[in-house]
């Protein structure tokens, strides 16, 4: 008994003893923050299902009242495509957005493209609602509803046609309330259509329906739009076959308004062309002086230079090459050695650009004569004409072969032997003056032109400046600096 009572005495020490070590507490705290953790994220996640499921039938809703909505309209024509984002609305504090895209399809079921056409006539609308929320689970699809639209008495039979216009702004999103005219070519076999097309709906486009074989004329209107061409009432004709649907595309936007900036000048040509990588465009009719020109809203901008710019091009079939005019744009102006003179090529003139519907200034190249016309007393009316005159090769003038052009600016009235600045183009000129004087009756003569001065001209010399004969000076406007 004595010994077994101490072995229980000291195994019961050791015990006391040992106790749990650090590293026993480590891991087992480990353990509890590892399933606390867990319990956390099953609870959280829990909580999110529960309130996605929550935004989810919300979300129901709203497609099932966006579905009823297109079938209100009635006519399928008045369905558009809704882009994302384009839609929202708030519920209990949560945003959700719909999403509508709507497509025509034909007897097959394939969806028939406003942009590229093809396919056979259209039968009915497909309409596909898409409601998604913030803060939707990654895993979370959203919700989704479809339907069918069919028109009353159809819209195309197998012997009529259809046309698909699609009208695009300049970042390549659709241009929606723009009206939209199809009037048949005579003596094509078109006819009036039974009804015009709606407006573009807000991704661009709108069809015209029940359309007899032949070809038509589609026109846009919209107020402050210009299309890629720089029309304001833009147009295109489509040929329209039975059973199929023909597209007309457009570019169509908000016109840029782009202010002048003259060079200084008393009296400035009034037409221009503005460059840029999409094409050459030609405008008459200005005021380059204080005016302004509206023009498509390319991202790139434009440059200007005075007068009317033609690049040279090769003839067609077998023509002869176009030489253009490309003594007005400085670009075309090839730098070099004239007798004592050296001159660098001609600088790129300034470009400018804005977005769809603002403005801004932009430069327009043009050199500066400055003449003086002698006064005639008693009633004098002077007018000074400059004419396009032969290239002057013996300083590096590229030349207008194929483009006559004529300023005339009448009245001209600055006091007696003044100097009158006049805006032109680049190249050579020929400057005339005469004067209407009106006594009992009235005469016209001509006058002796001075040439005084000119900017924008590297050297001024006999070489620049004919004036042999005062009533028929020649003078060249040289864009190129001095090297």
Not at 2 to 28: K, N
Not at 329 to 334: F, G, I, R, T
Not at 357 to 383: F, I
Request: negative net charge; hydrophobic residues 35%; proline residues 6%.
């Amino acid at each position: 008994m004595r010994i077994t009572r101490g072995i229980v005495r000291r195994i019961g020490a050791q015990r006391g003893d040992s106790g749990v070590s650090i590293i026993e507490v480590l891991a087992a705290s480990l353990i509890f923050m590892i399933l606390s953790v867990g319990v956390a994220q099953a609870t959280v996640t829990a909580v999110r299902l529960a309130g996605d499921q929550q935004h989810r039938v919300t979300a129901l809703s709203l497609a099932a009242s966006e579905i009823d909505l297109v079938r209100s309209y009635g006519d399928p024509n008045k369905v558009s495509s809704i882009p994302e984002g384009a839609k929202q609305t708030v519920v209990d504090g949560t945003t959700y957005t719909i999403t509508r895209r709507t497509s025509w399809v034909d007897s097959a079921g394939g969806d028939i493209s406003c942009s590229s056409g093809g396919g056979s006539n259209p039968q009915l609308k497909r309409v596909n609602v898409e409601v998604s929320w913030n803060g939707q689970l990654a895993m979370t699809p959203p919700v989704s509803s479809d339907t069918l639209l069919a028109p009353d008495g159809g819209v195309s039979d197998g012997s009529l046609g259809t046309i698909a216009v699609e009208v695009l702004r300049a970042d390549g999103t659709g241009a929606g309330g723009v009206g939209v005219t199809v009037t048949p070519v005579a003596g094509s076999g078109a006819s009036t259509p039974e009804a015009q097309p709606e407006p573009t709906g807000i991704d661009g486009c709108t069809f015209a329906f029940k359309l007899m074989p032949g070809r038509y004329t589609v026109s846009l209107t919209k107020t402050g739009y210009i299309d890629t061409d720089q029309d304001e009432t833009p147009s295109r004709t489509v040929t329209v076959t039975e059973a199929a649907t023909t597209a007309a595309p457009f570019g169509f936007d908000a016109a840029s308004t782009f202010l002048f900036a003259g060079p200084g000048a008393d009296y400035y040509a009034n037409d221009a062309t503005f460059l840029n990588t999409y094409g050459v465009f030609y405008k008459s009719g200005l005021a380059l002086g204080s005016g302004q020109v509206r023009l498509y809203p390319w991202s790139v901008g434009y440059r200007a230079v005075g007068g009317h710019y033609v690049p040279p091009a090769p003839g067609a079939d077998g023509s002869p090459p176009v030489q253009g005019c490309r003594a007005v744009e400085p670009l075309e102006w090839a730098g070099g050695a004239y007798g004592a003179v050296a001159l660098g090529d001609g600088a790129e003139s300034p470009s400018a650009a804005t977005t769809p519907g603002g403005s801004t200034n932009l430069p327009v190249a043009l050199g500066v004569v400055t003449v003086r016309v002698p006064s005639a007393h008693g009633g004098t009316q002077t007018t000074i004409t400059a004419t396009k005159a032969a290239a002057n090769t013996a300083v590096g003038d590229p030349g207008c072969a194929d483009v006559a052009m004529t300023y005339t600016f009448s009245n001209v009235t600055k006091g007696d032997n003044a100097d009158i600045r006049l805006a032109l183009p680049y190249g050579t000129w020929r400057i005339t003056s005469t004067s209407s004087i009106c006594s009992w009756i009235c005469s016209t003569q001509a006058q002796d032109v001075t040439v005084t001065a000119t900017s924008n001209v590297a050297p001024v010399g006999s070489a620049w400046v004919s004036q042999s004969n005062k009533r028929n000076t020649t003078v060249t406007l040289d864009p190129r600096p001095a090297s």
